[in-house]
Structure formats: C-alpha cells, structure tokens
Nanobody, 117 residues
Framework: QVEFVESGGGLVQPGGSLRLSCEVS????????MGWYRQAPGKDRELVAH???????FYGEPVKGRFTISRGDAKNTVYLQMNNLKTEDTAVYYC???????????WGQGTQVTVSS
C-alpha cells in the first residue's frame, strides 16, 4: 500500500506562482523516480516534470523554463515550483511514483490547479 499526500493546488491569477508538494509513504521498496503529470478536461494526461533517483530531471515542453521539480532531503517528497502560470496550465495535477526494482507505477489522487483572472 502506497500513500500519497499532495498539497499546494489552488486558484491563482495569470503570472502568479504555486508550489505543489507530494509525500509518499507505505510499502515502497525503493524510489526509482517521482514526477508530476496533469490532465485538463477533455485532454490526455501529460508529463509536467519528472525527477529520477539520481536527480536527473525531465520537463514537458509547455512548462520548460517556468516550472522546477526538486526532491526533499528525505527523498520521499517531491516539489513542483510553478512560476509565470498561464491559463492553459489549468488542470488536475497528479503525483506519480515509479518504484525501484519492479518499476510499478503509483498515482496520487490529484490536486486542482486553476489559473484564472
């Protein structure tokens, strides 16, 4: 059983900032990587940012230069700093865990981010 605690979503005006956090716990052998994905109404879920256990990072094209992913000292927490938010960033943001060894995927329940004036 893997548990997620996601926080930081909300309503923000265009040009504003938000910081999402995701902490995982439970029966996890090891963490291969963690990341954030998002899904807007009527669209497929897409990569926002992903960080591996050796701190390599990957970003979706729409967020490059505006979003930054990082891990906490305990390595079971991932943060997403989102700057210069745009209306098209509005979506439900999901935390993803890739378990080491099995490469099984686990997903959080999602947190809503709404960018609107």
């Amino acid at each position: 059983q893997v548990e997620f605690v996601e926080s930081g979503g909300g309503l923000v005006q265009p040009g504003g900032s938000l910081r999402l956090s995701c902490e995982v716990s439970g029966s996890i052998r090891s963490i291969y990587g963690m990341g954030w994905y998002r899904q807007a109404p009527g669209k497929d879920r897409e990569l926002v940012a992903h960080i591996t256990r050796d701190d390599s990072t990957f970003y979706g094209e729409p967020v490059k230069g505006r979003f930054t992913i990082s891990r906490g000292d305990a390595k079971n927490t991932v943060y997403l700093q989102m700057n210069n938010l745009k209306t098209e960033d509005t979506a439900v943001y999901y935390c993803r865990l890739v378990e080491g060894g099995s490469y099984d995927n686990y997903w959080g329940q999602g947190t809503q981010v709404t960018v609107s004036s």
